[in-house]
């Protein structure tokens, strides 16, 4: 279960980084990654 938050984390961390060009798209970036880390904890 560890290995796959932590996986997971890294991967919306690359794909934030790459898909967003702006500060405010980086914020709603990661507020997508945050909701899908609540939603696999539920």
């Not at 796959?4 to 997508?32: R, W």
């Amino acid at each position: 279960m560890k290995k796959a938050f932590v996986l997971l984390l890294v991967v919306a961390g690359l794909v934030s980084a790459m898909g967003c060009n702006t500060v405010q798209g980086i914020g709603k970036d990661i507020e997508k990654g945050g909701e899908a880390i609540q939603r696999s904890t539920k």
